[in-house]
């Protein structure tokens, strides 16, 4: 840092803030933030389907609506963010807790495209009834917390 034409030591703190600030934790943190508004949206489409105010139609409308404009969007950036993440460093594969975290998130993935497809449904006025949205919703918000755990707490996994 400079200041008045002197060298001013940043400190152990802002050296350690430009250390964190790599590619690497760029991406991580955009894939988090991705991943906040897509969990948060497509649990919030789900709650949407199920309750009981106004009619289907309605509720079906404003659901797809939330699912396009929120949930997609933060899937595709948490997709790719962390596909990149996971390209860059192909060293995340030898981590067990990282398989779990894959394999949970491919399921809220399914379950993304099977709750979103309700929604258009229910917006086109083909069903009345979310079915299983609650449930499935209720299984998203699960698995997710369980990624979240896998990843924090880096559990590890039996090995052969």
Known sequence: ??????????????RYLGEAMNLYSVLTWLHVVGNVFWIGAICGVGLLLTSSIGDAKT??????RLYLRVAVPGFVISFLLGMGRLL????????PWMHAKLLFA??????????????KKMAKGEVTEP???????AAIAVLAVAVVFFVIVKVPMPSK
Request: hydrophobic letters at 50%; a positive charge.
């Open 131 to 137: 079915g299983k949205v609650g449930v499935l919703t």
């Open 59 to 64: 509720r079906g409308e404003l659901a797809q």
């Open 88 to 95: 860059g460093d192909m060293t995340f594969f030898k981590f």
């Open 106 to 119: 491919f399921i809220i993935i399914a379950l993304h495209h099977v709750v979103g497809a309700k929604a």
């Open 1 to 14: 840092m400079r200041a008045v034409g002197r060298e001013v030591d940043a400190g152990p703190r802002a």
